[in-house]
């Protein structure tokens, strides 16, 4: 069976691409992994994807774009039983696309910053979730804190009122504003390729998660 994992943002520059690159790398080291960027013309992964072959070719991790809905549902489609994990990294803002790919999606997850801007874009993105549950009543759409100072009372202070405002389930796992993840982004790298203990523990944790809810899911 495939899993497809989306992640997406209404707000740019929240840890996407980030995100969706450090799964693919860490999915692929086991299994045949397909990682679709959205976000074109900019193409963060793709561009990832091109640096990372290019220094630790890899026969298992493979890459797609999609310029829109249409093309990602045929791209997916094409996929559907040749991957054990597809990866999608969503574009900012586009509402279809992003409506398609939680549609797709077997898990979404939703990077959140510990800023009120962030906070507010989620708000938006409640509408589109609400849209896709007409489409799949299991919609599985789940927030996760990236860049998080845990020490900082802003952090603290958001986090509380994220949980009491938004009706949306949160990962447990919790990604730390680390230098890691923009060093090893800028070299096709992924976070298990780099030296910081705390980057590459935190992100094992996400992506057991991950793991663990996928895997109930198909019980
Ligand atoms: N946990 C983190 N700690 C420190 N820096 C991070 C972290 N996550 C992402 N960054 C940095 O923040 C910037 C934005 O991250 P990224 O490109 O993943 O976000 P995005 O949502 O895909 O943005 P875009 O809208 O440009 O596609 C990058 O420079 C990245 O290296
Ligand atoms: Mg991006």
């Known amino acids: 069976m495939t899993e497809i994992i989306g992640v997406i943002q209404v707000k740019g520059g929240v840890g996407r691409s980030t995100i969706a690159t450090n799964l693919a790398a860490n999915f ?82 939703i990077p959140l910053g510990a800023s009120a801007a962030e906070i507010w874009s989620v708000c938006d993105l409640l509408t589109t979730i609400e849209e896709a549950k007409k489409y799949k009543s299991d919609v599985d759409a789940r927030l996760l804190w990236t860049r998080y100072r845990a020490n900082t009372m802003e952090a603290r202070e958001l986090s509380e009122a994220v949980d009491r405002e938004l009706q949306l389930k949160g990962m447990i796992a919790r990604l730390g504003y680390r230098v890691a993840y923009s060093e090893a982004l800028a070299r096709g790298l992924s976070v298990e390729d780099w030296n910081d203990t705390s980057a590459k523990d935190e992100f094992r944790a996400l992506v057991a998660e991950i793991e663990d809810i996928l895997e109930e899911k198909r019980r």
């Open 28 to 109: 692929s080291d086991h299994s045949s992994t397909l990682l679709i960027d959205c976000d074109l013309p900019q193409g963060t992964s793709a561009s990832w994807y091109a640096t990372r072959q290019a220094s630790l070719p890899s026969t298992t991790l493979f890459l797609a774009t999609a310029a829109n809905h249409l093309e990602l549902i045929d791209k997916v489609q094409e996929a559907a039983e040749g991957f054990r994990y597809i990866i999608i990294d969503a574009p900012p803002r586009i509402a279809e696309m992003t409506r398609a790919i939680i549609i797709l999606s077997h898990l979404s997850l």
